[in-house]
């Protein structure tokens, strides 16, 4: 049996050739123009809404920036 792992800090998240589960848990009232480009960027749309995308530096850097919006698990 396999556990979650999530990614809270930027120090956890790496480039691998992993799949992530990407899941939005906060709203976007309120935030800032560049961090609602970039969660729509990651193709996220509302609360509660999971996306599966590779580990590449590009989804990495994002993640990285809007880690306070959303919620990354290791997709099985």
Not at 32 to 38: A, I, L, S, V
């Amino acid at each position: 049996m396999t556990t979650a792992v999530q990614y809270n800090t930027v120090k956890d998240l790496k480039v691998s050739d992993a799949k992530l589960q990407i899941t939005q848990i906060k709203s976007m009232i309120g935030v800032k123009p560049k961090h609602r480009e970039t969660v729509r960027s990651l193709g996220l749309k509302r609360v509660s809404h999971t996306v599966v995308r590779d580990a590449d530096a590009v989804t990495v850097g994002m993640l990285n920036t809007v880690k306070h919006l959303v919620n990354v698990e290791e997709a099985k």
